[in-house]
DNA sequence: TCTCGAAATGGGAACGTTCCCATGACGAAT
DNA sequence: ATTCGTCATGGGAACGTTCCCATTTCGAGA
């Protein structure tokens, strides 16, 4: 392989191979077997002399799959976003594909003007885990042909698959091991569902299962900035001696993490007040008694949606898929309520 | 602007427009001026009305600007990381550029191809934030006219812009805090330095400043899934009774996490083993009395890279340079000694 | 009035592919 | 021997731009 100025174009390849441009070109589409076994030596041969590779550019240009998959990212900042963005990206790299990775930064114009850009690249799939995405955009994608996941997310108005966290048995997770350890009082914190569905859904089960079982359920949904309204609900929880646990599920990470300084500074102990988060954080095993978490399979839901966008690829009329993956609960100090006396 | 099925090409425009493609591209590739204001007007309205967007793929194969940044990363679950390509992605909107980010996962290999791909891409600029990265593939790029800036790292044998943490004015900022708070026997915690040259450079200004000041001062150079060597220094460095206080300075934020976690299972108090670590980390504030760090400003290096890119492409040969940012110190209760008695 | 240069505009090739449609060869069936 | 389908291969147009090189127009200077 000689290192050339500029790269080597198909056209050297065939002429270097003494073949023509459309032989090369089906060498390097998938239709090796279509070529004699000498073509292909000589193909390879020659491709490999001048470092040979095919030009992603022109290739899309002419409507050939670009090998890029897009991702839209409301908030690239959240540590699940980075950790599904790692997912994406191996599986990616495990299918000859390229990440594209675009972050609106909770914006719906920069989300417009995100899917727009990725549009023109031509990507050949697109993986959203983005808010105030508006449908029509989406559907623009489908229908022109280009695969759509949405991730921890869910739209009833527009058909694509669906790949996330099993809600429900998150909740009911969360739910079980706080009960399990003795904590009947619960607080679930949210950030406003408004446009999230998995938010929508988690609370939605949070509340269901809640009356079911007659737990004492209460519901804060506010702004993680919010400083008052968090300290205002989390000083009412302080446990009252001979009265029922109280314990806190937070809804996700960025949730954990507010609560946790807030709890700090407001000098309320984990483990006395539960507390239980969904997404595991690096640092949830540092604070003092250590923090109790749910862990999404990040790795598996990324490779999930890769699959989806895959086969859809292979066959575009094929099942709206959802799948759902179960967490794993990670125990610590903050769902061990004191010995009790 | 009426929703086609197919985007509208340059040729639709100039068509319903009456004028000539050329002209068409002209008024897209900022030779306005040179349109007569009649034809601007004409030009402007039709591609309104078809909802027309230059084609980035066809423009960059002919060699015209793809509008594409590349960024490598080693880590990207590295928080450091993710807050610079926060800054990066910022930045390239605000310029009219993507960024295309690349994570090589620690893997040469990985690193080799990512380069290729981005290369295959026609990125504009790269922006490089990785270790085993092999300077010939980086000249690859610098030779062919692409802008190549480093993020945290330098090297000796390429001749590129770089970017990044003013490591001198960390340490010694570091170290003048901790003699401040009263600590005087150091051990400086730090991944391997071989690739990496911020490493290095934070290492040998750590030497180099203890030995001017005579301080007591070690160093631990160690993997961090290491836990042995880490515990066994951790254990040695427990403060003395009437002998000087001890203080960690961890080289950065993946340093001062393992630190973090291995203080705690060890049950070693920081304050009282003073503890600061470069990189501002979300949960610094939450373990127990909080631990000071020097917070790098992300957004702005990520800022002063895309500076570099784009002033080097207006000039190739411009004078190379080194933008160095220092650190903002955030005090927190692991550089308080406790009262002493 | 003629010439000339600048300014405004357009035509066509090229960028590196893919893909449709030949073309030739060859063995099988008539 | 002739016809045919199949297989291996090649030529050329097309994808949507940019850019080089005309061409036209027009006002100014001779």
Redesign the interface.
Known sequence: MT?A?R?ATILEVAHLAGVSKTSVSRYYSGERERLSATMQERISAAAEQVGY?P????R??KGGPSGLVGMLVAD??N?FS??I??GL??AC?QAGL??????S?NDPD?ERQQL??M????IEGLVVNAAGCHSDALR?FV??GTPVVLLDRSLADVQVDEVGLDNTAAIDMAIDHLVAQGYSRLLYITEPPAQASSRQARLARFESRCAGQGLDATILCTELHDQQALDQRLRALAPVVSHARPAILCANGQVT?AV??RM?ALDLRSGEIGLIGIDE???C????PGITTLAQPTDAIGQAAIDCLRTRQHDRSADRQYRAFAPQLIQRGSTQPPASH
Not at 55 to 58: D, F, G, R
Not at 98 to 103: A, E, P, Q
Not at 119 to 122: A, C, T, V
Not at 285 to 288: A, F, N, P, S
């Open positions: 290192a100025s790269p590779h030009n992603p550019l022109a899309s240009l690239i900042r540590p980075v950790a963005m790692h990206e191996q790299r390229s990440l594209m990775v675009c972050n930064d920069q727009a850009m549009s023109s690249w031509r623009q229908t022109s993490l946790a300084h700090r954080l690096d640092w095993g540092l604070t003092e």
